[in-house]
Each structure stands twice: as structure tokens, then as C-alpha cells.
């Protein structure tokens, strides 16, 4: 972003969205009188009709976008929240009419995402929020935020969780990309990451839905950095994966490592001090070391400006008859970090041992045995480590029962390495 008043007019990318100042909008929109018009904003008063057109006014304050939609068929819906700490708002809804049936789940979605932002983070200060559906097949137009105003999954697909996990994504862009407004151009993390990460907290518990950040690691095949502009990644598949999985995922480490009550406060700090403004990564970790009273330096630079990922893995196995049994020397690698992983061996008897190893102290574990070792797992699951994109190489197969055994380990290493997406 820039730091002095100045154009920032980057060519539109397929893959990046937008920046924009703040300011206020009041926009006359005249359409075929059949047509019901969704729009950022306020309407200022009921649409007036002359002959076959209908006109439209709509005022929107402190925004920095301006979307509408028009659509014939909208079925239109309204319901007002408020909490404890959300003054009362308007929620509207424009679906289509396949979906009318989930009018309800809509309107459960949007109160249970508005109740946690708002409590987590700050009120949502706009009057309203608007929820639009697109036409069947039209999920080019789905999906997507704007100020005061989301598109959902097209109305062509009934399944509640997508349907639920798209809007709770969208609305959770109010704050992160909506009132924050960084740069979506130059650092697309802040926005999508932010929003993923938020998304998954709402999803858990609001809708008991379990997130497997570990398990979704695997999906990032081409780590890049997260401050990078949207154009310069690889692919739109590098760009995906980035900007959305791994930067949440930098998120959810950050969570196990000062628990999400810490990350919330730092999150919320975050939004008070940008809100209405357009804030860097630089801001978000100064922000995060006021409130952690810590440095975070080496961690941005490795996960943030860098594509460091958590790759721990078994080199190799040596073992040694001893007098009552065996000794085996487990050699062992990845970062350099304080941590407590789990090494499972599985020994041919079928029992399993856990054992410590703490990478920051030692690059191998040593045992004894007296029953021969079959496989060893490093961070089985249920997984630790977050950020491990190769979970491959932490199985170590050092003999198996049978030939089929064999091979459904080698077609597990596989399978856990194409789950999360
Ligand atoms: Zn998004």
C-alpha cells in the first residue's frame, strides 16, 4: 500500500481483487421496472416507478466499494439482529427462488457470524448487510465481498455446509477487507488469510464443524511468500494455496503458540487501530508484538516473507543387536524449533511406543527394544505440527508382515498427502 496520498492503480489481474480509498457513495440506479435491485448501502427511500422503469437510490458512508445487483426473480427477505454488544442491524437477504426453503439457515449463518465478529472484534458499524444469491449456474458472480453487501454459493447447489461455509467466509470480509482495508493487490494474505483462518473459529463454534489445519497443510505443494502481489505467484493454483491455506495456516500457528485467547486480543487490537484504514503486514506484527510483549521477526520472515513450511521428517533407522534385545538410532529432521513431537515406533508384536524429541536440543532419538521395530510415525495423528506440507517422510516402514501390508502403507503415505483439498 502506499504511505503518501497517491494513486495505487494496479492493472486488474485474474487473480487479485481490489484497494480503494473510503468515502460516500450515493448512487441512482434505474432498471426495468420487473427487476428488484441489491445494492452496498442504504436505499434511501422506496424505488419510485415511471411507466416501465423503477429507480433506485441508494447511500452508503465509510465504504470503499460500491456493488449491485438486479435480478427479476430475487425472493427478498429481512431480519434485524442485535446482541449484547451488536447494535441493532438489518439483515437482508436476495435469493433465488430454489433456495427459499433455506431462508432460515441464511439468516442463522449471518446472525451467528455477525454475534462472534462483533465480540471478537469490534461492533459491526454499517446499518445493514446485504446477502445476495446468484442465478443458478452463475457462480462467477458468487462468493464474493463487497462492502455491506455478499454473494453466496449460486443457488444451483443445496448443500448446507458449503452453502454455510461460503457465507460465513464472505460476512467475516466485512471486517477483514471491509472495515480493514488492506491491499488486496500487493498483500492478499491479510484479507484471505485473515478471513480463512476467522472462518474456521466461526465454522468450529458456531457449527461444531472440526478444521484440520495439519491435514490441510498438504494441499500447499508450492510454498511461496505471503507478501508477494497477486500476479507474481507461480499459478492461480500457488496463489490459492498461499494466500488462502498457508496464510491461514501461519495463523493457526500462531494460535498454538500464544492460544486463541492471546491471538483474539492481538486480532482485535488489530482491527481497532486499522479500521476505516489500510494497514501492511508490518502493522499487523507490530501489532502483534504490543500485545505479545514479544518479537516476532524470525517467524515473519521465515512464514510471512518467506515460503518456510515445517517439513520434519525420518532420514533413517540404524539398529543394533544388543545382548537382550536391540538399540535403534532414529535420525530425524526439520526446523530447529522448541517443540515436543511424538515418535510412535509400532513394533512386530503389534504394541506402540511413544517417545519424545524435542528438535531444537537433538536430530536423533535412540531406544531399546526387545521386540523388532515394524514402523515408526513421526507426529502421528492426531497431528501437531501445522505447517508439515510432506507428511510422507514421516512414516518409515523398516518391515512388514506381508506384502499387502506394504502396500497400503505406501497407498496411506499417498493418500495423506492429496487429502485437504
Ligand atoms: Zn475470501
Known sequence: GR???????????????????????????????????????KMVSSPSVKGDQKQYIFEAEAVHD???????????????????IQPEMRIQLYLQPEHEYLVNRYFEAAEATMDRL???????????????CPKAGAMGAGGMEYPTLITSWDASIHNLETIRTVLVHEIVHQYFYGLVASNEFEEAWLD?????????????????????????????????????????????????????????????????LIGWQKIQVALREYVRRFMYRHPTTTDW??????????????????????????????????????????????????????????????????????LSWNPATD????????????SLQLDPVPYKVILDHVRANNNYQVRSSNWLASWLSHLLQLFSQLLGW
Open 363 to 374: 536430530n536423533k532419538v535412540t531406544f531399546e527394544h526387545d521386540s523388532p521395530v515394524r
Open 192 to 256: 484471505e488469510g485473515f478471513t480463512s483462518y476467522i472462518e474456521d473459529k466461526i465454522m468450529a463454534d458456531a457449527f461444531e464443524y472440526q478444521p484440520a489445519p495439519a491435514v490441510e497443510a498438504a494441499s500447499v505443494f508450492v510454498p511461496e511468500p505471503l507478501v508477494l502481489e497477486g500476479w507474481k505467484y507461480s499459478s492461480s493454483y500457488a496463489y490459492q494455496s498461499n494466500v488462502y491455506v498457508r496464510g491461514k495456516l501461519v495463523l493457526h500457528e500462531i494460535e498454538r
Open 118 to 132: 462483533s465480540s471478537w472484534f469490534v461492533p459491526y458499524p454499517y446499518p445493514n448487510l446485504t446477502i445476495v
Open 66 to 84: 460500491f456493488a449491485w445487483a438486479a435480478d427479476s426473480t430475487f425472493v427478498e427477505r429481512q431480519a434485524l439482529f442485535k446482541s449484547a
Open 3 to 41: 504511505k503518501q496520498d497517491g494513486w495505487n492503480a494496479h492493472q486488474y489481474h485474474a487473480n487479485t481483487e481490489f484497494y480503494a480509498n473510503f468515502g460516500r457513495y450515493r448512487v441512482t440506479i434505474n432498471v426495468p421496472k420487473t427487476h428488484t435491485v441489491a445494492a452496498t448501502g
Open 285 to 354: 506484527q507490530t501489532t502483534l508484538e504490543d500485545v505479545t510483549g514479544q518479537s516476532w521477526r524470525s517467524f515473519f520472515d521465515a512464514y510471512i516473507y518467506s515460503d518456510f513450511m515445517q517439513d520434519y521428517s525420518i532420514e533413517a533407522v540404524a539398529t543394533e543387536a544388543t545382548e537382550t534385545g536391540w538399540t535403534s538410532r532414529v535420525e530425524l529432521a526439520g526446523p530447529v524449533e522448541e517443540r515436543k513431537l511424538v515418535l510412535q515406533v509400532t513394533f512386530d508384536d503389534g504394541s506402540k511406543r511413544d
